[in-house]
């Protein structure tokens, strides 16, 4: 499986962006999508999730704010994040599961994306 993330740049705060992560490989449609962030000097940090059975949750920083989706048919996820803040910013992942489920860790996803830079200026 392979994960190509894009949708990244520069943003001022209050303004929105929306994230894509494309997937190569099987079965994309039984596996849960997630996404996580990494900000300067920080431990990476858990986003969203969305099931297979199209459940989603969010991280308490970004609930309200970001909303998670995804298209089967395109073997694709998505992370639209409105009223983006300056904290907000970091290098966005996507990350897949092997399972359908909801978790949080890191460790629980198999496949990860490259990445992409997403900065919010004050």
């Known amino acids: 499986v392979q994960l190509q993330t894009s949708g990244g740049g520069l943003v001022q705060t209050g303004g929105s962006l929306r994230l894509s992560c494309a997937s190569s490989?099987?079965?994309?449609?039984?596996?849960?999508m997630g996404w996580f962030r990494q900000a300067p000097g920080k431990e990476r940090e858990w986003v969203a999730t969305i099931t297979s059975g199209d459940s989603k949750y969010y991280g308490d920083s970004v609930k309200g704010r970001f909303t998670i989706s995804r298209d089967n048919a395109k073997n694709a996820v998505y992370l639209q994040m409105n009223s983006l803040k300056p904290e907000d910013t970091a290098i966005y992942y996507c990350a897949v599961r092997g399972g359908g489920g909801w978790a949080i860790r890191e460790t629980s996803y198999d496949y990860w994306g490259q990445g992409t830079l997403v900065t919010v200026s004050s």
């Open positions: 490989g099987g079965a994309f449609s039984s596996r849960a």
